[in-house]
């Protein structure tokens, strides 16, 4: 009952891990207030857009006057040094950080008592793999930024953020290699992101805020060395240009 009534706003709530993440709230009795580029029940938009997150924030303060929980997860968009361009690492960073830090402000004189922001950041906040500038840059941003809104909103609203490692949208099985690099033994699913943000918003998490909390099977705690279980690296090609 710690959810009915409740009001829940989840940025690309219509896919992926905000579509469960959005669901879960909804089984627990909560309203939920989705924005998405994708079509939903409630706003469709533009996180990149100042103004399309200015109306959809009035929207949610006309609709219910008030809000308990905020999780900011769209997810940026994912390019790397060889094709990012100036425009792209740039929109990134709206969805990613500054889509995150308008709605918390948009927000803040409106959360209820006992109100919670959940940051959906990544494991890719502290590890990378080549070509993926803009979705890692936009994830250490926002990880930083929950730290940052905790202290700024101390007293009044709890601020957390999740790092997801692999998760699997689809909830397929792995087996084998792709299963048992991971600690767990398996692939994550969008349920294992969606029960800990409902966790982060419950009570029973009264004591915990600024931090983040890294949620991968045990992913980047295995230290792998060259020659480890069969493990070979081979060196990526040295980056000879890069087009702007």
Not at 185 to 205: E, Q, T, Y
């Amino acid at each position: 009952m710690e959810y009915q009534g409740k009001i829940a706003v989840v940025t690309g709530g219509a896919h992926g891990i905000g579509r469960c993440i959005a669901e879960t709230f909804a089984q627990a009795g909560a309203q939920v207030c989705v924005i998405d580029r994708r079509e939903n029940g409630y706003f469709q938009g533009d996180l990149a857009d100042k103004e399309t997150l200015e109306r959809f924030a009035a929207q949610v303060l006309e609709d219910y006057g008030h809000l308990d929980y905020l999780i900011n997860n769209a997810p940026p968009l994912n390019r790397g040094l060889r094709s990012a361009s100036y425009e792209a690492f740039e929109e990134a960073l709206r969805v990613g950080v500054t889509a995150p830090f308008y709605l918390s402000k948009l927000f803040a004189d409106h959360f209820a008592e006992g109100g919670c922001i959940v940051n959906i950041a990544s494991s890719r906040d502290r590890m990378s793999q080549p070509q993926t500038e803009s979705y890692t840059a936009a994830k250490g941003g926002i990880a930083a930024l929950t730290h940052a809104l905790a202290v700024s909103l101390a007293g009044r609203v709890r601020v957390n953020s999740i790092s997801p490692g692999w998760i699997d949208t689809d909830f397929a099985v792995y087996h084998g290699p792709d299963a048992l690099q991971q600690p767990v033994g398996r692939v994550g699913n969008p349920l294992d992101i969606a029960n800990m943000v409902l966790f982060l918003c419950s009570d029973k998490a009264g004591f915990i805020t600024g931090e983040n909390i890294c949620i991968d099977g045990g992913m980047t705690r295995l230290m792998i060395y060259h020659g480890d279980y069969g493990w070979t690296l081979q060196p990526p090609e040295e980056v000879a240009s890069i087009d702007c």
